[in-house]
């Protein structure tokens, strides 16, 4: 099945080059409650620049259907504003379908709390690769591959390799940035941190733990219950092996914020002997959240 699946990106990616399309479709909101009384006029004319800039942009060489694009939301919550400076966290989520099935499954959540940028009202973004343009086109080019990342690693093993390439090119050009969020020594969880769980090799398992746990796991589970369900059981020794050598690691706390309902709601049926080797882990991995798991243990499922 994994060899199906990496052929069939690695065609998809040969063939498309004379034919390119709008990879993401993600709506964004821009929530300026804390800042209220100011003109809302320049808040919608960020909002549309941003939608813009993430949605008309083609990023990749690789031909999307319009149904195959990406799916998610962006919230950027404004802080404070002084003229055309911005003070903001944005707020990014991802979600994957799954197969055979109306249901979407979470991928990535993240509050990113150190969003300082600076934009004038109705002017286009600009961005570049191989330079570093601004912290607004920078944050959402990264976050936009980051995403595409994440994604292909769902269906493929290791299968964002590419992505994570790009994302970390406009880190590099980042570092000539006056704005934090890029640098090694900003802070211990950041942009730079969130993309070493990517393309550090000590944390390949997380990559592993997405293919295993979609590809193999729900998409599956539509057709074969259990047969999926094991699969998930199987992936999250992956996160175990990640949080015996790094409990904090950055994508670790991530995926547990991400998939704890999700983990609950999997959990909720099942063979006693299952639930428990998964709960097991679930509980280690994610301890401040052992009692739900401990009381999901105790909750009657599938004998």
């Known amino acids: ?143 936009a591959y980051l995403c595409l990342g994440i994604y292909f690693d769902t269906f493929g093993l290791y299968g964002g390799d590419d992505f994570y390439v790009a994302a970390e090119q406009i880190v590099t050009a980042a570092q000539s940035a006056s704005e934090s969020g890029w640098k090694a020594f900003d802070s211990n969880k950041n942009r730079y941190w969130l993309l070493e769980s990517f393309t550090n090799a000590a944390y390949r398992p997380l990559r592993q733990y997405l293919y295993e746990y979609h590809r193999l796991g729900l998409d599956v589970m539509s057709s074969k219950v259990e047969d999926g369900r094991a699969a998930i059981t199987n992936s999250l020794s992956y996160l175990k092996q990640v949080y015996s050598s790094k409990p904090n690691q950055m994508f670790l706390q991530i995926i547990n914020d991400t998939k704890r309902d999700e983990w609950m709601n999997v959990y909720s049926e099942g063979q006693q002997q299952e639930r428990t080797k998964a709960i097991n882990i679930l509980r280690e991995i994610d301890a401040s959240h052992a009692t739900e798991y401990e009381d999901l243990l105790s909750s009657s499922g599938k004998k």
Do not use: H
């Open 1 to 143: 099945m994994r060899k199906i699946v990496l052929i069939t990106l690695a065609c998809l990616m040969l063939s498309s080059f004379t034919s390119k399309t709008q990879e993401l479709n993600f709506e964004v909101k821009i929530n300026s409650s804390q800042v209220g009384g100011t003109d809302q006029r320049a808040y919608e004319s960020l909002e549309e620049a941003m939608v813009t800039f993430l949605n008309n942009r083609v990023w990749t060489n690789i031909k999307f259907e319009q149904q195959e694009r990406l799916e998610g939301a962006i919230v950027v919550t404004i802080k404070s504003k002084d003229g055309n400076n911005y003070d903001a966290e944005i707020n990014i989520a991802l979600r994957r379908p799954t197969f055979k099935s109306s249901f979407n499954t979470p991928v990535f959540n993240y509050i990113d709390s150190d969003f300082a940028f600076t934009y004038i009202d109705y002017q286009p973004l600009d961005f570049s690769e191989t330079s570093y343009t601004s912290n607004i086109t920078s944050t959402l080019a990264y976050y």
